[in-house]
Structures are given as C-alpha cells and as structure tokens.
C-alpha cells in the first residue's frame, strides 16, 4: 500500500498530504483544461466576428453597388429626356459653330453634377464610363476652351466634370489604347457634334 512504498523507499507522505497532492495536480489541469476551452472559445467567437464583419463589408458593397446603378439610371434618363435632348441639340450646335457656347454650359453643368456623385462614392466611376463616356469625351473636348476660359474667372467652375473627364479616359484608355476618341480628330467631333444636333 501508500505506507508500506513511503516507507521502503524512505518518504514519509501521510494520507492528507498525499490528497493534498493529488487536489493540486487535478486544480491544474482542471485549470489548463480551462484556459485551452477558453482559447478555442476566443478562437471560434474570433472567427465569427471576422465572418460577421466580412458579411457586412459585402453587404455593404452590394448596396453602394444597387445604389450606383440606380443612381446612373436616373442620371441616364433625365440625359436622354427630350427636353433635355432639346438642350444638347442647342449645345452641340452652338459648339460646332463656335459661337454662343454659352448655350453649352446645362450640359456642363449636367455632367459636373455627374463628376460630383463619383467624387463623393455615390456612382462608380466604372459605371460613369459604361454609360456617359461617349458624351462626357465629347463636350469636354468640344467645350474646354469655353470652360477654361471660365475656370480664369472661377476656378472651381466644372471642377467634377474636368475630374470626370480625366478619369473616365484613364478607363478608355486602359481598356482601348487606340481608341478613336481618344485621338479625337476634328472631322471625327464635328461628326459627333452633328450627331447630338440631330437629336431634334
């Protein structure tokens, strides 16, 4: 028994020592036992939060990205309105003839207010580029020296447009290094101009 070993081999261990013992050891690896479920529990609760989070961020992006559709549907309707139709047949006339360009500036305006939603995250600017490119392209370049001859006087004047500009061509550029439009000829505008003249 427990006496007869302590005592052969010299320990003198009594029983309540011993049970002492024995509490200890089960204390601790109760204790370990209960740190390693807390780690697996911090683990597994970690994890769901990381899921929960990752749910959300795409939850997130499908909204803006419903939001960005819904709002170039909307900005694509009233753009191809017929009194606004009405507005760019003036606009592309008075650019081609290059006299009272003044008549331009709605459409201006139009796509400053375009340029303004994807500067604040409300329309992607890839969406912007799928639907208005062709447009945007084709007054900036027609407009730019009837705008930068008001941006002398105020500078902040079609600010988002000329930022929409430029970044709608870095996406045509990216996707057709030899576009046509980008190079731009003047047959090729005067053509396009004839195109929005057309519309009524």
Same mark, same amino acid.
């Given at each position: 028994?427990?006496?007869?070993?302590?005592?052969?081999?010299?320990?003198?261990?009594?029983?309540? $020592?011993?049970?002492? @013992?024995?509490?200890?050891?089960?204390?601790?690896?109760?204790? !370990? *036992?209960? /740190?390693?479920?807390?780690?697996?529990?911090?683990?597994?609760?970690?994890?769901?939060?990381?899921?929960?989070?990752?749910?959300?961020?795409?939850?997130?992006?499908?909204?803006?990205?419903?939001?960005?559709?819904?709002?170039?549907?909307?900005?694509?309707?009233?753009?191809?309105?017929?009194?606004?139709?009405?507005?760019?047949?003036?606009?592309?006339?008075?650019?081609?003839?290059?006299?009272?360009?003044?008549?331009?500036?709605?459409?201006?305006?139009?796509? $400053?207010?375009?340029? @303004?939603?994807?500067?604040?995250?409300?329309?992607?600017?890839? !969406? *912007?580029? /799928?639907?208005?490119?062709?447009?945007?392209?084709?007054?900036?370049?027609?407009?730019?020296?009837?705008?930068?001859?008001?941006?002398?006087?105020?500078?902040?004047?079609?600010?988002?447009?000329?930022?929409?500009?430029?970044?709608?061509?870095?996406?045509?550029?990216?996707?057709?290094?030899?576009?046509?439009?980008?190079?731009?000829?003047?047959?090729?505008?005067?053509?396009?101009?004839?195109?929005?003249?057309?519309?009524?």
């Amino acid at each position: 028994g427990r006496r007869e070993y302590t005592a052969k081999h010299g320990i003198s261990m009594p029983d309540k $020592d011993m049970s002492l @013992l024995c509490a200890t050891w089960v204390m601790a690896w109760a204790t !370990i *036992a209960a /740190a390693i479920a807390a780690i697996v529990s911090a683990f597994f609760a970690r994890k769901a939060v990381s899921d929960q989070a990752r749910n959300f961020s795409q939850q997130i992006a499908d909204y803006r990205l419903a939001l960005s559709a819904d709002t170039a549907l909307k900005f694509d309707a009233s753009f191809n309105d017929p009194k606004f139709e009405k507005i760019r047949s003036k606009a592309a006339h008075a650019l081609l003839a290059k006299q009272n360009e003044g008549e331009a500036e709605d459409v201006f305006d139009f796509f $400053d207010s375009v340029g @303004l939603f994807v500067r604040l995250g409300a329309l992607k600017e890839e !969406i *912007a580029y /799928a639907v208005f490119f062709h447009w945007i392209n084709l007054y900036w370049r027609a407009g730019k020296n009837h705008i930068g001859a008001k941006q002398k006087d105020t500078a902040s004047v079609w600010k988002d447009f000329e930022l929409l500009y430029h970044q709608v061509s870095e996406i045509e550029k990216q996707k057709h290094a030899d576009s046509e439009d980008l190079k731009m000829t003047e047959d090729r505008l005067r053509s396009q101009l004839q195109d929005e003249i057309d519309l009524v």
